[in-house]
């Protein structure tokens, strides 16, 4: 956004002074009151690893996460029966005994303990200005979507205060500045405060004062056995005013402004104490010495240089739009046509906390989890796992598609250290070699299954469809050597555990025990025990599914690094033999298991059968399959489903696939209407409900693939624009093939497209629904079927 870097800088000063009108309606979420209570109202950011909410109270309660702080060490979770009972409980399913090879399942399979470890928060920090709240007045507080940072400011007793909050990426901290009008007008004690574990805490006054004084905190997992220590800091730097120890706190009184570098390491990264120590004293020196303004900088640049890829306009909302974020979501529940910008301010959200919760910092990068880096709960909601039988992957929806593919080297981090996890699970549980992951994951990559129910536990597909999303990172951006490096072992693993683990039904390689994630069916009459409600069965419409896709990439990646060996040959001969999706006889809609059954949730959130049409593709290239997969999306949405927040997300992308740009564009004003708290988070049901970072990511991913497809090897633009989307624009979005894609419309109708060829190779290009007459490219009558690009070439795209 700004060229000029000094431009950014004294734009953000002079936002302390500008009246809050002026916040740019798709950039700025803000607030004219403290988040008091409401924790969802906080400002959440992030440096990929260190995660901050802010809630602006009178006295500052920061709530702090460091991503590797979890409820204690790996453990083997394996059931030691599953191996044995694996071909009775085949059988059992195959005979129709569906609820007593439930039953069985659920005994030999199901893991000891049966949950993985949970996410934990760090610290508190406290800040406590010594103002009271009925003397605060001006008060504004704000996240700034494009830089990544937040602030506050206040007037209080005649003085103006504002604090600045910067998570820094490039030097691994969160970096904050405080500030007063006047001189010597600033007092603030910075205090660490958590509720359990603390191991030690301290504060220090150092004389040589350009050291900083600091406040310490350690504290443990809790755990008996190896638990996950960590080592926090806060290192506090004052111009001016007088410094004392108070307590386990850090008191400054009477200064100009007041700066605060925080850092937190932990075991999990580092072998030792000392090594974890040493870490983190050596970020701390290493900010404080260069300084805030220096820090905040390089903070600032990078951040941008992510978000400032993708610029969305979907139309103007004119005064609705400089509204307080919470009064713009109150009207959008009356009148969401009067603000579009409120989509744009979320779609930019999303790509902020994707950016503030997933990058590379160095090996044992950890990706986002249910609640991104952003946790309070000692004992969050689903413990705040890695679940990957979708919100995973949904948190990385919007990395490719918006041009921000460096943050999934954290997913592929967690992966190579599941690996060996995986292998021994697919060994103990199945005798199989490869590679198996059940519905979630933790830091330590743990593969075993998870939680003890019949609809969730038993589902041997997670390094599949993460596997796929190897293969879709290639496909964006072209990166032979991670083929070579990542997906091709990846898919070498995934592959060779289902050629054990398969087995012969009617003629097909199938899966079972398994489910279609979370979902139960009624048992039929004519199987044992009807009428029952169960999940377990074999062949799964989603299991074939990511098997094919998966067999369909190793051949893909033999063809693409000219391999020849024989496990090409293998995937070509399971390919054709897994089972066909089915369309249900009575209803006509795609199905989702074996038979039509009926189902105990016709409302259910997952959409599982339909991963072939979103995030996969394979259901759109047969119009039997789209036209069933259409049914059943438009029967389960008018049931009721779409009934938490990532569910209603996943099915903006499904109409998107579908052309469905009417549905789209209604079921995200839906999203908006329905599920945020009051800083924009995703919940599961409504503001009062658990939040979810998903549903930001997913609802992100749903606008840009409204605006721009490529699955199906055509850069397709405006595929799925809604009528209400009069006039606006997009820059900066990707397509497969790594083509940067620019396009303009107005009334409704395409105008003009920049397509980049960063990698070169073969374009097609499709515009709206092919009928919006003759497209000249670079000047020339485009009549369809692809050409040859040359790399970083820029092909211009207008209607005729
Ligand atoms: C309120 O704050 C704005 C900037 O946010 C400033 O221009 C104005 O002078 C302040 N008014 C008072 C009464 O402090
Ligand atoms: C390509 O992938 C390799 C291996 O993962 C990685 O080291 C490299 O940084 C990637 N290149 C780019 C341009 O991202
Ligand atoms: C769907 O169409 C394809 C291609 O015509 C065909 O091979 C397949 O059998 C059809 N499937 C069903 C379930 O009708």
Same mark, same amino acid.
């Given at each position: 956004? %700004?060229?000029?870097?000094?431009?950014?800088?004294?734009?953000?000063?002079?936002?302390?002074?500008?009246?809050?009108?002026?916040?740019?309606?798709?950039?700025?979420?803000?607030?004219?009151?403290?988040?008091?209570?409401?924790?969802?109202?906080?400002?959440? #950011?992030?440096?990929?690893?260190?995660?901050?909410?802010?809630?602006?109270?009178?006295?500052?309660?920061?709530?702090?996460?460091?991503?590797?702080?979890?409820?204690?060490?790996?453990?083997?979770?394996?059931?030691?029966?599953?191996?044995?009972?694996?071909?009775?409980?085949?059988?059992?399913?195959?005979?129709?005994?569906?609820?007593?090879?439930?039953?069985?399942?659920?005994?030999? &399979?199901?893991?000891?303990?049966?949950?993985?470890?949970?996410?934990?928060?760090?610290?508190?920090?406290?800040?406590?200005?010594?103002?009271?709240?009925?003397?605060?007045?001006?008060?504004?507080?704000?996240?700034?979507?494009?830089?990544?940072?937040?602030?506050?400011?206040?007037?209080?007793?005649?003085?103006?205060?504002?604090?600045?909050?910067?998570?820094?990426?490039?030097?691994?901290?969160?970096?904050?500045?405080?500030?007063?009008?006047?001189?010597?007008?600033?007092?603030?004690?910075?205090?660490?405060?958590?509720?359990?574990?603390?191991?030690?805490?301290?504060?220090?006054?150092?004389?040589?004062?350009?050291?900083?004084?600091?406040?310490?905190?350690?504290?443990?997992?809790? *755990?008996?056995?190896?638990?996950? @220590?960590?080592?926090?800091?806060?290192?506090?730097?004052?111009?001016?005013?007088?410094?004392?120890?108070?307590?386990?706190?850090?008191?400054?009184?009477?200064?100009?402004?007041?700066?605060?570098?925080?850092?937190?390491?932990?075991?999990?990264?580092?072998?030792?104490?000392?090594?974890?120590?040493?870490?983190?004293?050596?970020?701390?020196?290493?900010?404080?010495?260069?300084?805030?303004?220096?820090?905040?900088?390089?903070?600032?640049?990078?951040?941008?240089?992510?978000?400032?890829? @993708?610029?969305?306009?979907?139309?103007?909302?004119?005064?609705?739009?400089? *509204?307080?974020?919470?009064?713009?979501?109150?009207?959008?529940?009356?009148?969401?046509?009067?603000?579009?910008? +409120?989509?744009?301010?979320?779609?930019?959200?999303?790509?902020?906390?994707?950016?503030?919760?997933?990058?590379?910092?160095?090996?044992?990068?950890?990706?986002?989890?249910?609640?991104?880096? $952003?946790?309070?709960?000692?004992?969050?909601?689903?413990?705040?796992?890695?679940?990957?039988?979708?919100?995973?992957?949904?948190?990385?929806?919007?990395?490719?598609?918006?041009?921000?593919?460096?943050?999934?080297?954290?997913?592929?981090?967690?992966?190579?250290?599941?690996?060996?996890?995986?292998?021994?699970?697919?060994?103990?549980?199945?005798?199989?070699?490869?590679?198996?992951?059940?519905?979630?994951?933790?830091?330590?990559?743990?593969?075993?299954?998870?939680?003890?129910?019949?609809?969730?536990?038993?589902?041997?597909?997670?390094?599949? $469809?993460?596997?796929?999303?190897?293969?879709?990172?290639?496909?964006?951006?072209?990166?032979?050597?991670?083929?070579?490096?990542?997906?091709?072992?990846?898919?070498?693993?995934?592959?060779? %555990? /289902?050629?054990?683990?398969?087995?012969?039904?009617?003629?097909?390689?199938?899966?079972?025990?398994?489910?279609?994630?979370?979902?139960?069916?009624? @048992?039929?009459?004519? &199987?044992?025990?009807?009428?029952?409600?169960?999940?377990?069965?074999?062949?799964? !419409?989603?299991?074939?599914?990511?098997?094919?896709?998966?067999?369909?990439?190793?051949?893909?990646?033999?063809?693409?690094?000219?391999?020849?060996?024989?496990?090409?040959?293998?995937?070509?001969?399971?390919?054709?033999? #897994?089972?066909?999706?089915?369309?249900?006889?009575?209803?006509?809609?795609?199905?989702?298991?074996?038979?039509?059954?009926?189902?105990?949730?016709?409302?259910?959130?997952?959409?599982?059968?339909? $991963?072939?049409?979103?995030?996969?593709?394979?259901?759109?290239?047969?119009?039997?399959?789209?036209?069933?997969?259409?049914?059943?999306?438009?029967?389960?949405?008018?049931?009721?489903?779409?009934?938490?927040?990532?569910?209603?997300?996943?099915?903006?992308?499904?109409?998107?696939? +579908?052309?469905?740009?009417?549905?789209? $564009?209604?079921?995200? *004003? *839906?999203?908006?209407?329905?599920?945020?708290?009051?800083?924009?988070?995703?919940?599961?049901?409504?503001?009062?409900?658990?939040?979810?970072?998903?549903?930001?990511?997913?609802?992100?991913?749903?606008?840009?693939? &409204?605006?721009?497809?490529?699955?199906?090897?055509?850069?397709?633009?405006?595929?799925?624009?809604?009528?209400?989307?009069?006039?606006?624009?997009?820059?900066?979005?990707?397509?497969?093939?790594?083509?940067?894609?620019?396009?303009?419309?107005?009334?409704?109708?395409?105008?003009?497209?920049? #397509?980049?060829?960063?990698?070169?190779?073969?374009?097609?290009?499709?515009?709206?629904?092919?009928?919006?007459?003759?497209?000249?490219?670079?000047?020339?009558? /485009?009549?369809?079927?692809?050409?040859?690009? !040359?790399?970083?070439?820029?092909?211009?795209?207008?209607?005729?």
């Amino acid at each position: 956004m %700004f060229t000029n870097l000094s431009i950014a800088v004294v734009a953000i000063f002079l936002l302390n002074v500008v009246l809050a009108a002026d916040f740019d309606g798709s950039r700025f979420a803000w607030y004219s009151s403290e988040s008091g209570q409401d924790f969802k109202s906080n400002v959440p #950011i992030g440096n990929g690893r260190l995660g901050a909410t802010v809630s602006g109270n009178t006295i500052e309660s920061l709530v702090l996460n460091e991503n590797s702080v979890w409820s204690g060490p790996w453990e083997d979770r394996v059931n030691p029966a599953s191996k044995g009972a694996l071909s009775n409980i085949r059988n059992m399913l195959i005979a129709g005994k569906i609820t007593a090879a439930g039953q069985q399942a659920l005994s030999s &399979m199901a893991g000891n303990p049966t949950s993985p470890k949970a996410y934990q928060p760090l610290t508190d920090m406290t800040l406590d200005f010594g103002h009271r709240a009925s003397g605060i007045s001006n008060y504004t507080r704000w996240l700034d979507t494009l830089e990544g940072t937040a602030g506050v400011s206040y007037a209080h007793g005649g003085v103006s205060y504002s604090r600045e909050f910067v998570p820094s990426y490039p030097h691994g901290v969160l970096a904050f500045r405080f500030s007063a009008s006047g001189k010597g007008n600033l007092n603030v004690k910075a205090s660490l405060v958590r509720a359990r574990g603390i191991l030690s805490q301290k504060a220090t006054v150092n004389s040589a004062a350009t050291n900083g004084h600091s406040t310490t905190l350690s504290a443990s997992s809790g *755990q008996a056995n190896n638990p996950i @220590v960590f080592w926090s800091e806060a290192r506090i730097i004052n111009s001016g005013g007088t410094v004392r120890v108070d307590g386990n706190s850090i008191s400054v009184t009477g200064a100009d402004f007041v700066d605060v570098f925080f850092n937190a390491e932990t075991t999990y990264r580092h072998k030792d104490a000392t090594a974890a120590q040493a870490e983190l004293k050596r970020k701390l020196d290493v900010a404080s010495s260069i300084g805030f303004p220096a820090v905040r900088q390089a903070a600032i640049k990078d951040f941008s240089s992510i978000t400032s890829r @993708v610029k969305l306009n979907l139309g103007n909302s004119g005064s609705a739009g400089t *509204q307080p974020t919470p009064t713009r979501l109150t009207n959008y529940k009356k009148s969401p046509s009067t603000d579009p910008q +409120l989509i744009t301010l979320f779609f930019n959200f999303g790509r902020q906390q994707l950016a503030a919760s997933s990058r590379d910092t160095g090996p044992l990068s950890l990706p986002a989890n249910l609640q991104g880096i $952003w946790n309070r709960d000692y004992s969050p909601a689903w413990q705040s796992k890695y679940t990957i039988n979708i919100n995973l992957q949904m948190n990385y929806w919007p990395s490719l598609i918006t041009n921000m593919a460096e943050v999934q080297k954290p997913v592929f981090d967690l992966i190579n250290l599941a690996i060996p996890r995986a292998e021994a699970v697919a060994n103990k549980m199945y005798g199989c070699d490869g590679i198996v992951m059940h519905h979630n994951t933790d830091l330590w990559g743990d593969s075993a299954p998870v939680d003890k129910g019949t609809p969730y536990t038993i589902w041997p597909m997670g390094a599949a $469809w993460l596997s796929s999303d190897a293969m879709e990172h290639f496909r964006f951006t072209q990166n032979h050597t991670f083929l070579q490096t990542t997906v091709w072992p990846l898919l070498q693993k995934t592959a060779q %555990f /289902y050629y054990c683990y398969l087995f012969n039904w009617q003629g097909y390689y199938t899966s079972g025990p398994s489910l279609s994630p979370e979902h139960a069916f009624i @048992v039929p009459s004519n &199987m044992q025990d009807s009428n029952r409600q169960e999940g377990l069965d074999i062949s799964i !419409e989603m299991d074939n599914q990511l098997l094919r896709e998966l067999f369909s990439n190793v051949i893909e990646t033999c063809s693409i690094l000219k391999l020849t060996s024989s496990e090409c040959t293998k995937a070509a001969s399971y390919l054709p033999k #897994i089972r066909p999706p089915g369309i249900g006889p009575k209803k006509k809609e795609i199905l989702e298991w074996r038979n039509e059954y009926d189902e105990t949730e016709p409302a259910h959130r997952h959409f599982s059968n339909l $991963w072939g049409v979103y995030p996969g593709a394979q259901l759109l290239s047969q119009s039997n399959y789209t036209a069933s997969s259409k049914k059943f999306l438009d029967r389960r949405m008018s049931s009721g489903s779409g009934s938490t927040g990532w569910s209603r997300t996943w099915a903006i992308n499904l109409y998107a696939r +579908l052309l469905d740009g009417e549905a789209a $564009w209604r079921n995200t *004003q *839906q999203m908006i209407q329905k599920f945020p708290t009051a800083n924009l988070w995703n919940s599961d049901s409504g503001p009062g409900s658990s939040f979810q970072i998903d549903g930001n990511f997913g609802l992100t991913a749903g606008v840009a693939e &409204m605006l721009m497809q490529s699955h199906s090897g055509v850069i397709h633009l405006l595929p799925a624009l809604s009528k209400s989307v009069g006039d606006g624009s997009v820059e900066g979005l990707v397509g497969r093939g790594n083509f940067v894609v620019d396009v303009k419309w107005k009334g409704g109708k395409f105008l003009e497209g920049k #397509i980049l060829a960063r990698s070169g190779g073969r374009l097609e290009i499709k515009v709206q629904n092919g009928g919006v007459g003759r497209v000249l490219v670079n000047g020339r009558k /485009y009549d369809g079927g692809g050409f040859e690009t !040359e790399v970083g070439r820029v092909y211009e795209v207008r209607a005729e």
